[in-house]
Structure formats: structure tokens, C-alpha cells
């Protein structure tokens, strides 16, 4: 009887350690995980908000309207430079986390984004461009954005490609492309270009710098038929006369990204310039897109449907 109290208690205390170790490895292998992806490792549903809103934010973004600016645009595509017009529309909105879409009322699931709708239009030749790029980031800037999408439309076809943040980044695409057609996979989360461009509206002082791994733009992916993937990135940045420069390079892909904006809030993106090669095989050549701002609105856009409100594009030079 006592030898069978004596193993037990030794099995009860070898099960105990065991249990210990295991916890501890747990928790090492989560803090790695934060540290690659410098965000945290959590679901949209299940992340807690990392930095208060200021008075500052709340009065600005939560107005009831949105923000639009317009930029004068020049495009590198096949090789030369196009002439053209981007649109930046920052709006926030309810987002609800499973569905990953905007929610149509109040829920205590919901999460507050701040949501990016980035648009480009110009012509090669004879037929027109149009892209649409859309980012959805919680205003608290505890995660990786929740959702983050693309379509691009000219004369030869149309494509679109999501990405979705769940347990991993979820990817889906369809192209017209061969070898594009039809994609679905996931992905180890990582930093996205995408969202690089709300994070710096909400808390640009929270931007990744150094020898980082992101995934560029969907935009860029796409017109240059690049792989879907984290690439070895270099981030700074640096300010000059109240303007702040946020610079990505991607020596793999031999592209650099500077964004400038204001070094106060509300932070506003007043130019970008991106460059990279343009054009196939021998006939590629660097070349800088480059856009510079014209005006900003702040204006409930969904209300203003009617003919009479047209004359709001011509305020912003579109």
C-alpha cells in the first residue's frame, strides 16, 4: 500500500513538471511569434486595444465625415511615365471581426477602423488604368490590419485579390493572368505595405524601422507579377521642415517607397514617390511614380449623390 502511495505521488509530481515545461515553452514560442511580425499575435476578435485615443483623434476622425485628398499622379507603366490622378479617402467605420465587413449596427464585437480607400486612374495609350486598393485598420493600432483588398481594371481584363487577417493571413486572387488564374493560400503574418498607410495617421511613431519583413503593396505585386510573400525590407525615417519621410526598400525586388507627410497630426500624406524598374526583360528601366498633393475635403462623400454636388470634384482637381 505505502510503495503505491509512493509511486503515485511520484507520477502526480513528474506529470506536474511536465506541465510546467510545456507552459513555459508556450509562452516562449507566443513572444517569438510577436517579435517576427512586431504586431500582436492575436485574431481581430481577440485583441486588446494597446494605446488610448487622444481627444486630438477622436474629434477629427469621429466628426461624421471623411477625409478626401486628391494628388496629381505620374504613373510608371511599360516603361514610361502616364499622367493621371490618385484619390486618398480615410473614413472610420464599425468593422465586425469574424465576417471581416463593415457592421450595419452596434455590436460589442465590433472594431473601430480606420478605413483606406486608395484609388488610381490614368491611361496607357489608348486604354485607361483604374485601381482600388482597400485597407481596414483598427484605430487602436494593437494589430495587423483586419483586411486589406485589390482590384485592378483596364481593357485586357480585370483582377482582385484579398487578404484576410484570421489565425494566419488568409490569400485569395483571381486573374486573367496564366499562372494567376485562381489562388487561395496562408500565409505567416508579417507587416504589410497596405497598412503602412493608415498606421501612420493613427501613430506613425509606432512605425517598424530597420531590417524588417513586410509584404509589399498588392498593387505593386500585381503589376509586376511578383510573388505573394514577405520580403526582407529596410525601413527609416527622418523629418525636415515639419515633414516627416518614411522610406521602405526592398533590395530583392530593387524598389524604394518614400512617403512624406506632415509631422503633426493629423499626420496628413502630402506626397509619395515610389521607384522601381518598369517594363519586361531588357526593355525594363528605373523609373519614379511619383504623386503630390492638390486638396483635401472633409465631407460626408456617401451623401453627396446628386448632380448639384459635382462640382465637389472640380474643388479637388478631378
Request: proline share 4%; with cysteine; charged share 25%.
Amino acid at each position: 500500500m505505502k510503495s503505491s502511495i509512493k509511486f503515485n505521488l511520484q507520477s502526480i509530481t513528474w506529470i506536474l513538471v511536465l506541465f510546467i515545461l510545456t507552459s513555459c515553452i508556450d509562452k516562449n514560442q507566443t513572444a517569438e511569434s510577436r517579435e517576427t511580425s512586431g504586431q500582436e499575435n492575436t485574431t481581430p476578435s481577440t485583441a486588446k486595444p494597446k494605446y488610448p485615443l487622444t481627444d486630438n483623434f477622436k474629434n477629427y476622425w469621429y466628426a461624421g465625415d471623411a477625409e478626401i485628398t486628391s494628388y496629381k499622379l505620374e504613373q510608371a507603366r511599360y516603361g514610361e511615365l502616364r499622367d493621371g490622378n490618385a484619390v486618398l479617402i480615410y473614413v472610420t467605420e464599425p468593422f465586425l471581426p469574424k465576417e471581416q465587413v463593415k457592421a450595419n449596427g452596434n455590436n460589442p464585437e465590433n472594431i473601430s477602423v480606420l478605413k483606406l480607400n486608395a484609388t488610381k486612374k490614368f491611361l496607357t495609350g489608348i486604354y485607361p488604368y483604374s485601381i482600388m486598393s482597400s485597407t481596414f485598420y483598427p484605430v487602436y493600432d494593437n494589430q495587423h490590419a483586419v483586411k486589406t483588398s485589390l482590384s485592378v481594371q483596364e481593357w485586357c481584363g480585370h483582377v482582385y485579390s484579398q487578404l484576410n487577417n484570421r489565425e494566419k493571413f488568409e490569400f485569395t486572387s483571381h486573374s486573367y493572368f496564366e499562372g494567376e488564374a485562381d489562388q487561395e493560400f496562408s500565409m505567416e503574418k508579417s507587416f504589410l505595405e497596405n497598412e503602412i498607410w493608415t498606421k501612420i495617421r493613427i501613430n506613425p511613431e509606432n512605425l517598424p524601422q530597420g531590417e524588417i519583413s513586410m509584404i509589399p503593396s498588392l498593387e505593386f505585386l500585381r503589376l509586376r507579377h511578383q510573388k505573394m510573400k514577405a520580403y526582407t525590407a529596410n525601413a527609416t525615417m527622418s523629418s525636415k521642415d515639419g515633414i516627416t519621410t518614411y522610406t521602405i526598400s526592398y533590395p530583392e525586388l530593387e524598389r524604394k517607397l518614400m512617403i512624406n507627410f506632415m509631422a503633426d497630426f493629423p499626420f496628413s500624406i502630402e506626397s509619395w514617390t515610389e521607384e522601381f524598374k518598369s517594363g519586361f526583360g531588357s526593355n525594363a528601366k528605373t523609373l519614379t511614380t511619383s504623386a503630390s498633393k492638390i486638396k483635401t475635403l472633409k465631407t460626408a462623400y456617401w451623401s453627396k449623390n446628386e448632380n448639384k454636388n459635382l462640382i465637389l470634384r472640380d474643388s479637388l482637381g478631378l
